[in-house]
């Protein structure tokens, strides 16, 4: 059985329920049953489904209709031992979609029909689509300094679009407000832990890939999401033994917006509060993030660490990473900067087998 809980009170809460935060004011987790994929011998289907043993038990009938065959990503070949995965080749060309379809297969089965997210704009974008394919109509709160090519993809979907003028922090604070207000869904990808058991087979994939994990992990991080199914999954694969050690994961944020890298520096579970300057990794431009304390405690648990990058290294690697033949975001960009800073600061991981991951199509930029 499906339920949402709060790990700092016990309360449990159906996953109908319209909450998004426990009675006492904490974050939801999930729980449900679920069963190691039978690696080596998982069929012709090569989309995420292909794990279902280990994802949210929605109706086949569900699927079916949410589904776009997002998964199966390839991975690219970037330097003698760095390898990136192609997460921007997914239905609406980023990783959010692995997500997204979580939250769009809980909102049909739940019944919602009008949802609510705030985003830099991958997230809101992959909401709306597939909301759309379950009928759902998807109320989207952007930065006004948003690109206008993602604002464009959101409202083809059907999305309703709210820009914030303000930080990402304050569009986030704006979508609160209208959801206590309005009682519809807040399908966040921040607040609804369902997102991380979508992001989570992103590790499923690199091990069927490379019939192990690579050494080193590069993982962007802002609200998380991405972060926290890499550390849900690697608990999973240790507890199920395909591994018996974690690789090393190297969260990154960029140096205009790095609540979580100063915290790790000082060694505090706490976000530090900073002063926010704008940064061309729009994607992980936050400033108070809402998980924040969940972010560190799993960097930590998983024995990781934190670097950050300068606009101008984002800028080179970028640049580079476009004559390797892969045209992404800046803030997909900034994953192969953070790979050229930690190598700087311990040369040993140039020997060890690394992957970054190539989380957004550079056409959707504005820059």
Same mark, same amino acid.
């Given at each position: 059985?499906?339920?949402?809980? /709060?790990?700092? /009170?016990? !309360? ?14 904490? &974050? ?23 794990? #279902? ?19 199966? $990503? ?21 990783? @959010? ?21 705030? %985003? ?16 759902? $109509? ?13 604002? $464009? ?19 986030? #604070? ?11 869904? +807040? ?23 490379? =019939?192990?994990?690579?050494? *080193? ?27 018996? %050690? +974690? ?9 205009? /917006? ?8 000082? #060694?505090?579970? *706490? ?16 400033? *108070?993030?809402?998980?924040? @304390? ?7 648990? &998983?024995?990781? #660490? ?5 606009? =101008?290294?984002?800028? !080179? ?8 033949? *892969? +045209? ?10 953070? +790979? ?7 040369? $040993?991981?140039?020997?060890? @087998? ?14």
């Amino acid at each position: 059985m499906m339920k949402y809980i /709060c790990r700092h /009170c016990g !309360k449990t809460y159906p996953i109908t329920s319209m909450r998004y935060i426990c009675e006492c004011g904490s &974050l939801l987790h999930l729980s449900y049953p679920k069963t190691p994929p039978d690696f080596g011998s998982l069929g012709n289907d090569h989309s995420l489904w292909r794990y #279902r043993s280990a994802l949210p038990p929605f109706e086949r009938e569900t699927i079916e209709q949410i589904t776009m065959g997002e998964g199966g $990503t390839p991975i690219i070949r970037l330097e003698e031992n760095l390898f990136g995965k192609a997460d921007y080749l997914m239905p609406t060309l980023s990783f @959010k979609d692995r997500g997204a379809v979580m939250l769009a297969a809980l909102m049909a089965e739940a019944g919602v029909k009008r949802c609510a997210i705030d %985003s830099s704009g991958n997230a809101a974008t992959a909401v709306a689509a597939y909301a759309a394919r379950g009928g759902i $109509t998807t109320e989207v709160f952007v930065p006004a300094s948003t690109s206008a090519k993602k604002l $464009t993809q959101i409202e083809a979907h059907g999305g309703r679009i709210h820009a914030i003028d303000g930080s990402r922090d304050e569009t986030a #604070r704006a979508t609160i407000d209208y959801v206590n207000a309005s009682g519809i869904f +807040y399908a966040s990808h921040i607040f609804n832990p369902f997102f991380w058991e979508g992001t989570k087979t992103y590790i499923y994939e690199l091990y069927e890939q490379f =019939e192990t994990l690579p050494e *080193v992990l590069i993982v962007p991080v802002g609200n998380g999401t991405l972060l926290m199914g890499v550390y849900i999954a690697l608990q999973e694969l240790k507890a199920w033994n395909p591994i018996d %050690s +974690y690789p090393l994961v190297i969260a990154f944020q960029a140096a205009n /917006c790095a609540p979580l890298a100063q915290a790790y520096e000082k #060694r505090s579970l *706490v976000p530090q509060s900073v002063a926010v300057s704008p940064t061309l990794a729009e994607g992980i431009a936050t400033g *108070v993030p809402a998980r924040g @304390k969940d972010i560190l405690q799993a960097v930590h648990e &998983l024995g990781g #660490r934190f670097v950050t990058v300068t606009e =101008e290294e984002i800028i !080179k690697a970028h640049s580079d990473l476009a004559k390797k033949g *892969v +045209y992404v975001e800046h803030t997909s960009a900034a994953n192969y900067a953070a +790979y050229r800073v930690a190598v700087e600061k311990d040369a $040993t991981l140039a020997d060890k @087998k690394a992957l970054i991951p190539l989380c957004g199509a550079g056409l959707k930029s504005a820059h």
